[in-house]
């Protein structure tokens, strides 16, 4: 080592220090990646290594099946949920960077959701949810509003959305730290110029806080968008897919590991993939296109 010149030792610890990384990279991210891929395009069960190439068949078959594509359906509820789970967000980090009293106990009440685990948050909102003696139905009994006492798991046509609130409820403190972050980044030069101007609340927030902010807006949107489609954890944990709540990528994990069809699982997950990249482009080229 002592032999070596300044340069060569230079360039000898900087690769050490890279290959360890890049090794995890090849090993835990682009090897399995290009695995995916392939088994996309066999018949592969799972099990063993016998295996037949099918071409396109798996791709064919997730666009000719309806019931494939149905459960985007179900996504559709999460991503409106998160729409207006990013809505509130904005607004409960707008008043929570005010001098409001108390607003540090209430940033830490609204993010505390977000630290339980999956499994947790389900086993509450089952008693929430539960027909008899959920704390939902005693309050609408409570209230005198017995007609609206409803099986919330039950009705297929409101299983979904109470599935959506739960993912909503779940990560809206997250979004709300990172827009109060981006909150807390405004010069307040603006805020006071405003005043003086005579702006009003709104008329601040429309055309000081919202441009200010556009950027940190664009990519919670692409968040929303990729996390519907993504949406696994709460529904499957709570219904198993069962009653029509079965997302995309419920129907590809019970492609995969109930029918044991893990080539037709694998085309899934790589359709599911270049959706989020699509997304992911055209987030991109919409950023580069207002920073220009």
Same mark, same amino acid.
Request: hydrophobic share 50%; proline share 3%.
């Given at each position: 080592?002592?032999?070596?010149?300044?340069?060569?030792?230079?360039?000898?610890?900087?690769?050490?220090?890279?290959?360890?990384?890049?090794?995890?990279?090849?090993?835990?991210?682009?090897?399995?990646?290009?695995?995916?891929?392939?088994?996309?395009?066999?018949?592969?069960?799972?099990?063993?290594?016998?295996?037949?190439?099918?071409?396109?068949?798996?791709?064919?078959?997730?666009?000719?099946?309806?019931?494939?594509?149905?459960?985007?359906?179900?996504?559709?509820?999460?991503?409106?949920?998160?729409?207006?789970?990013?809505?509130?967000?904005?607004?409960?980090?707008?008043?929570?960077?005010?001098?409001?009293?108390?607003?540090?106990?209430?940033?830490?009440?609204?993010?505390?959701?977000?630290?339980?685990?999956?499994?947790?948050?389900?086993?509450?909102?089952?008693?929430?949810?539960?027909?008899?003696?959920?704390?939902?139905?005693?309050?609408?009994?409570?209230?005198?509003?017995?007609?609206?006492?409803?099986?919330?798991?039950?009705?297929?046509?409101?299983?979904?959305?109470?599935?959506?609130?739960?993912?909503?409820?779940?990560?809206?403190?997250?979004?709300?730290?990172?827009?109060?972050?981006?909150?807390?980044?405004?010069?307040?030069?603006?805020?006071?110029?405003?005043?003086?101007? +005579? @702006?009003? *609340?709104?008329?601040? =927030?429309?055309?000081? $806080? %919202?441009?200010?902010?556009?950027?940190?807006? !664009?990519?919670? &949107?692409?968040?929303?968008?990729?996390?519907?489609?993504?949406?696994?954890?709460?529904?499957?944990?709570?219904?198993? +897919? @069962?009653? *029509?709540?079965?997302? =995309?990528?419920?129907? $590809? %994990?019970?492609?995969?590991?109930?029918?044991? !069809?893990?080539? &037709?699982?694998?085309?899934?997950?790589?359709?599911?993939?270049?959706?989020?990249?699509?997304?992911?482009?055209?987030?991109?080229?919409?950023?580069?296109?207002?920073?220009?």
């Amino acid at each position: 080592m002592n032999q070596l010149s300044y340069k060569a030792q230079r360039r000898l610890i900087l690769f050490g220090f890279l290959i360890v990384p890049v090794a995890l990279c090849l090993t835990f991210s682009y090897y399995p990646a290009a695995s995916l891929i392939y088994y996309s395009f066999t018949d592969w069960t799972g099990t063993g290594w016998d295996m037949n190439w099918v071409g396109l068949d798996n791709y064919k078959q997730i666009f000719t099946e309806p019931e494939v594509f149905l459960a985007l359906k179900n996504n559709a509820y999460y991503f409106v949920g998160g729409l207006i789970q990013v809505a509130l967000s904005l607004w409960f980090a707008v008043i929570l960077t005010s001098r409001l009293k108390g607003r540090y106990g209430f940033r830490v009440m609204l993010f505390l959701p977000y630290v339980l685990h999956s499994v947790a948050t389900v086993i509450m909102f089952k008693n929430v949810y539960h027909l008899d003696y959920g704390s939902l139905n005693s309050l609408l009994r409570t209230i005198g509003l017995e007609s609206w006492q409803q099986s919330w798991l039950g009705n297929p046509h409101l299983v979904n959305v109470s599935l959506a609130f739960i993912s909503m409820w779940k990560y809206m403190g997250l979004n709300m730290v990172i827009f109060i972050g981006a909150l807390q980044s405004i010069p307040s030069d603006l805020y006071e110029a405003g005043s003086i101007d +005579g @702006a009003s *609340g709104w008329q601040k =927030f429309r055309y000081i $806080t %919202v441009p200010s902010i556009k950027s940190v807006l !664009s990519l919670m &949107l692409l968040l929303t968008l990729t996390g519907a489609l993504e949406a696994f954890d709460i529904p499957y944990i709570m219904m198993l +897919g @069962a009653n *029509g709540t079965s997302t =995309f990528v419920v129907q $590809t %994990v019970d492609t995969a590991f109930k029918y044991q !069809s893990f080539g &037709l699982a694998s085309a899934m997950a790589v359709v599911l993939l270049i959706i989020v990249i699509f997304f992911i482009i055209i987030q991109r080229k919409v950023l580069f296109r207002e920073e220009r």
